[in-house]
T-cell receptor, first 115, second 115 residues
């Protein structure tokens, strides 16, 4: 069965500092990986995705993520965070072609930005 | 290109009542997914449609849950005889698979509170 682990429930970062959110997955085939962001009471916004090819993927709002097959990881990074980045971040894994299994999400990491 | 919309955004009901939520996908997206998100958790996949066909429904939480997509456009999720444990955010997502990739775009969700 597929699963996603986000080891950090909360992370606090100072504004302007760099950020790395961890994500480890378990999946029996080649995974299709996503990062979504959720503001309070809102739906999920897609930040970036990895399907194939270059293992370093760029997303919106200055985020990037690196797929490391040997470590079963897909960590999210940003060189300098802004106060508006405070939100809940979810890593997800799905099958190529999508469909019957939907996406499997981690429990999320709550990002707090200190002024 | 308008995004995924969901109605209502909030629903408060009494235990034992039936509720129905609507999802309008991004136009021309042929896949539609439903998820449930409880407090402090990531979204949990419930069911999905390709056009009007419901291709996966074994993950619906009980026989009190049902979903339809009668003309392959909007979808409804119904919960009969609601219980307090049904209180959650119900999220809808849509996608248009392209060369094996399937990226889901989420709506703002419907927050259900069962008293």
């Amino acid at each position: 069965a597929q699963s996603v682990t986000q080891p950090d429930i909360h992370i606090t970062v100072s504004e302007g500092a760099s950020l790395e959110l961890r994500c480890n997955y378990s999946y029996g085939a080649t995974p299709y990986l996503f990062w979504y962001v959720q503001s309070p009471g809102q739906g999920l916004q897609l930040l970036l995705k990895y399907f194939s090819g270059d293992t370093l993927v760029q997303g919106i709002k200055g985020f990037e993520a690196e797929f490391k097959r040997s470590q079963s990881s897909f960590n999210l990074r940003k060189p300098s965070v802004h106060w508006s980045d405070a939100a809940e971040y979810f890593c997800a894994v799905g099958a190529h072609g999508g469909g019957a299994d939907g996406l499997t999400f981690g429990k999320g990491t709550h990002l707090i930005i200190q002024p | 290109d308008t995004g995924v919309s969901q109605d209502p955004r909030h629903k408060i009901t009494k235990r034992g009542q039936n509720v129905t939520f609507r999802c309008d996908p991004i136009s021309e997206h042929n896949r539609l997914y439903w998820y449930r998100q409880t407090l402090g958790q990531g979204p949990e996949f419930l069911t999905y449609f390709q056009n009007e066909a419901q291709l996966e429904k074994s993950r619906l939480l009980s026989d009190r849950f049902s979903a339809e997509r009668p003309k392959g456009s909007f979808s409804t999720l119904e919960i009969q005889r609601t219980e307090q444990g049904d209180s959650a955010m119900y999220l809808c997502a849509s996608s248009l698979p392209d060369r094996g990739s399937d990226t889901q775009y989420f709506g703002p969700g419907t927050r259900l509170t069962v008293l």
